[in-house]
């Protein structure tokens, strides 16, 4: 149960990121530089999939053979993304906050936005 939980979380992360990058992203990089290509969202990105795909490496192992489970290294695995992770989240709140929004956005605008 614990490792299945662990892998929907490698699951529902990947998925989240990628429709952001593919269709929330795009749209607000055209005025927003902090989501354009090689800043700080989309690099945040880069380094927790990397993390994830770390995470997602020792889960396939630790499902194959369950006896080698190790608390020490998932929280090793976990801990070498958690800031980046905390950190991105924390930044996406303020930059998609109201008032940061209205800086590049009318309230038309807001409506078409595909969020």
């Known amino acids: 149960m614990y490792l299945r939980s662990a892998s929907q979380l490698v699951k529902h992360l990947t998925m989240h990121h990628t429709i952001e990058e593919q269709y929330i992203f795009p749209v607000l990089a055209t ?3 902090a989501f354009r290509q ?8 880069e380094q927790i999939h990397h993390g994830l795909d770390k995470l997602s490496a020792l889960l396939a192992k630790w499902t194959v053979s369950p006896s080698t489970y ?3 290294e998932m929280r090793a695995c976990l801990d070498d993304w958690r800031e980046v992770l905390f950190m991105h989240l924390d930044q996406e709140v303020d930059d998609l906050l109201g008032e940061n929004m209205k800086k590049y956005w009318k309230l038309e605008e807001m409506d078409s936005m595909p969020l």
Do not use: L, V, Y
């Open 31 to 33: 005025r927003m530089p």
């Open 70 to 72: 190790n608390p020490s």
């Open 38 to 45: 090689g800043e700080a969202h989309i690099s945040a990105h």
